[in-house]
Structure formats: C-alpha cells, structure tokens
C-alpha cells in the first residue's frame, strides 16, 4: 500500500501535464516536423510528394522577392521593437507614477486597441488612410495646405501605413508589462536613492533602466516574433498588392502567396522553415543579451 501510494504520489504530475504535451505535440510539433518534410518536396496534392532535395531552398535564395519581404519583414519588426520599447517603457512609466490623477482610465484606454480585432482596426485605418480627399489623415493635412497622401498604395508609405496599424495595437500589451515591470522594483532602492540627493534622471538612468532591462529584452523579445510573423495587417491594408504590392510584401504574406495562391506548398513550406530559424537565431540573441545584462 505504501509502495503504491510513493507511486502515485510521483506518477500524478506527469499526469496531469500530460494531456499538454499531447496537444502540443499534435498542433505544435507535428506541424513543424511535417513542415519540414514538405520543403524538401515538390507537392502537387499532399498526396503526391516528389523529393526534390534542397530545390526549394536553392529556389528561394535564388528569388528576388524573398530578399525584399526579407527586407520588409526585417524593417517592420526593427520599428516594431523601437516603438514598443521606447514608446511602451515612457507610458508605463509615466502610467505608474502615484501622483499622476486617473491611472486607470489611461490605463484602459491604451490598453483597449489589444482588444480590437486586426480586420476591424485594418478597416477603420483604411478610412483614416484612404487615397482620396474623403479620408480623416488627407483631409486633416489639407487643412495646412498639404496635398492628399496615397497612404496605402505608395511605395514611399505604404510599409509604413501597416508600421502604424500594427504598432497601434501592440503598444498597449508592452506597456502593461512594463507597467508590471515597474511595479515590482523594491521602493527601498529608491528611498536610499533620493536620501543620498539622486535627481529623478539619475534615478532612472542607474536604477531604473538596469532593473528594467529583463522586462526591456521579454518585450523586444515577443514584438520581434509576433513582427516576424506579420500577415494579417498587410492582408488588411493592401489585399490586392497595388503598385505597392512589393514594397509591403513580408515573409508571412510571401508564404501565404505561394502556399495558397500558386499552390506551391513545397515552396511556401521551405519560407516558413527560413522564417521559423530567423526567428529562433534572433530570439537566441536577445536571450544572450539578456543574460549579459543580469550578469551585470
């Protein structure tokens, strides 16, 4: 009974994680795996597989378009990372200060774009931003004399129109971790701090920043993964391409291109196998980084 009960007692964790690891095998492990095998397939259905070899990769690297959604992709998630870490590390600041009257309805309200949904905020942009006079952004410039923008169809700001939506709905989500951040830090340090006559700016620039700088690389971390993986605002903003179509090609709107509309999942396959270890190699080193920074 004894012997029986010492059994259980080890068995029931695994148990009951158990039905995790099963699902993470079938929807996370599997796909990756099956992945992998069709990149180096040229697949007419799923059901007729011809090996081919590294001839999707030799293909790819040899394709113009995937340096510039390359390019893009790259380009996009850099402004993402800026934006979310400068931008989201001064509104929680300025979020957590005690003195600062109705917290939480600032709180809430940069934090409501989370909650729309990426077709309906891609929507109401496409009203801000459309090319003609009627649009809220050209009409509000011709009041200063400006001409009307082609926001969404110009190779100039296309790009930079899916920047904006995209930063728009994440800036919310990393201010609330650095607002989480900030407001784990020991008050003590800061109390020694301002008896020892450290101005506000030196407070934030040797105790603050250092004791933030885990949060600062989990947030660059996450904004470059969920960026590398860019689709759906592009799809929303330019579902037909238009003149700009190459300008705001990314690596997720490439593979969703050749999977789904030139039915080459071998090649799309073989994209997405590129995405997932650029996404790995950079995640790595940010990871690096941080460990370099708690070991200061």
Known sequence: MGKRHILTKKTAPYVFISPFF?????FMVY????????????????????????????????????????????????????????????????????HVPGTSFYRASVFLPVLVSTVIAGAVFRLI?????????????????????????????????????????SLGLSTVYFIGGFQSLPDDLYEAAHIDGAS??????????????????????VTLIQAYLVFTEVFVLNPTGGSARDTVVTLGYYLYESAFRFFKLGYGAAIGVVMTLIIVVLSIIQLKLLGVFQNE
């Open 129 to 169: 931003l459309v090319d003609t006079e009627g649009g809220f952004l050209n009409y509000l410039i011709g009041r200063f004399g400006v001409p009307p923008q082609n926001w969404l169809d110009s190779p100039r700001w296309a790009l930079k129109s899916v920047l904006a939506l995209g930063f728009w709905r």
């Open 31 to 98: 796909p990756i795996i099956y992945s992998v095998v069709l990149s180096f397939h040229d697949v007419k259905q799923l059901s007729q597989l011809n090996f081919i070899g590294l001839g999707n990769y030799k293909l790819l690297f040899d394709t113009p378009r995937f340096y510039r959604a390359l390019y893009n992709t790259t380009y996009y998630a850099a402004g993402m990372c800026l934006l979310n870490v400068i931008l989201g590390f001064l509104i929680g600041l300025m979020l957590t200060w005690k």
């Open 200 to 221: 506000p700016m030196q407070q934030l620039r040797y105790l603050t920043i250092p004791l933030m700088r885990p949060i600062i690389a989990f947030v660059s971390i």
């Open 22 to 26: 099963i699902l993470f095998a079938i």
